[in-house]
């Protein structure tokens, strides 16, 4: 979630809120150029398997930037946006078709489902997140910053944005420079150790970081609170960026899966969190401020295929990408 601008203290979370009902998925995601068959599953022995065909292209060395997990394939605007959301992606970071993040070593800890922990590992996680996103936005002149991290407990936590509870919608929080990651609002209890969906969402949360510093935050709010925070459009201003923030943890995840050092982020992390994806949204949470499940998980993989931030303009998509 990102911060809500002062007159407005509503905040954001990630959206994070799985649906207990819904089986999670294993599967490998390659980040070369390969062809898969997977088995689907097995109901009973008397019935057929199912063979699914799942073509995967990769790395892309010859650009700018290492390429993610593949060939992104985003939602470029071929209809029309109004004029002045258009506006808020009309930025030279949001235009460069080579621009993406390099990788830098990430030397993460052991994730273990305990407060400290977890301390450990977002602390370092955003350290690496900072190392990975200050280079790229100081290329366009732009005042970096790092955010500041809290680690709340309890029921509740103050932020400039206002008190924000602590339930299993409240991942993460971001607001006006913090980063707030309430130990209680992982659902660890669910999760359990997989790293790859907890740096995801911290990933998500840095996003609205990014933002920030780029003035798109800014500029965003202003015209939700121009059009009304509840209104269709202040709704669907919300949606583009959280959607975009969703991109942003996506280019940070598959540019740094197998490149980041021996205890950076590995194919497990981005396969738990490229899978993950499917179960977080306005689907999932009953809200219409984050994106459905399906744009939800389109943009993260948007980012995390192709490592292109061109593909994370929402604010050029049509309305049907950012639904």
């Not at 470029?76 to 009309?90: C, F, K, M, Q, S």
């Not at 998500?204 to 059009?227: K, L, R, S, T």
Request: charge should be negative; charged fraction near 20%.
């Amino acid at each position: 979630m990102t911060d809500p601008e002062p007159d407005a203290p509503s905040g954001e979370d990630s959206g994070d809120t799985q649906d207990p009902g819904r089986p999670r998925r294993d599967g490998t995601r390659s980040r070369v150029p390969v062809v898969m068959f997977s088995l689907v599953g097995v109901v009973l022995a008397a019935l057929a398997s199912v063979l699914a065909l799942v073509a995967f292209t990769g790395d892309d060395e010859s650009r700018g930037a290492p390429a993610g997990g593949g060939n992104a394939g985003s939602a470029r605007a071929t209809e029309t946006v109004p004029g002045n959301i258009r506006a808020l992606g009309d930025r030279p970071l949001l235009q460069d078709p080579d621009a993406g993040l390099q990788a830098v070593t990430c030397a993460l800890p052991e994730w273990r489902s305990n407060p400290e922990a977890a301390e450990r590992f977002f602390t370092t996680a955003t350290d690496c997140l900072n190392r990975a996103w200050e280079p790229f936005l100081r290329r366009y002149e732009l005042p970096f910053r790092e955010p500041t991290l809290h680690f709340p407990d309890g029921p509740s936590f103050r932020t400039p944005c206002g008190d924000i509870r602590v339930d299993v919608t409240t991942a993460a929080y971001y607001c006006n420079d913090n980063l707030y990651v309430p130990f209680d609002g992982l659902q660890t209890d669910y999760y359990g150790q997989q790293a790859g969906i907890y740096l995801s969402v911290l990933a998500h949360e840095y996003g609205h970081h990014v933002q920030e510093v780029a003035g798109i935050m800014d500029g965003v709010w202003a015209q939700i609170n121009a059009a009304g925070q509840h209104s269709e459009d202040g709704q669907d201003l919300s949606r583009r960026r959280e959607l975009q923030a969703q991109c942003f943890s996506g280019m940070f995840m598959g540019s740094h899966t197998g490149r980041s050092g021996p205890q950076g982020v590995t194919q497990q992390m981005f396969d738990t969190a490229w899978y993950d994806q499917d179960t977080r949204g306005d689907d999932t949470s009953g809200t219409s401020d984050h994106g459905s499940n399906a744009n939800y998980a389109a943009w993260w993989r948007a980012g995390a295929e192709s490592n292109r931030i061109v593909d994370c303009n929402t604010f050029s998509a049509p309305a049907s990408k950012v639904s």
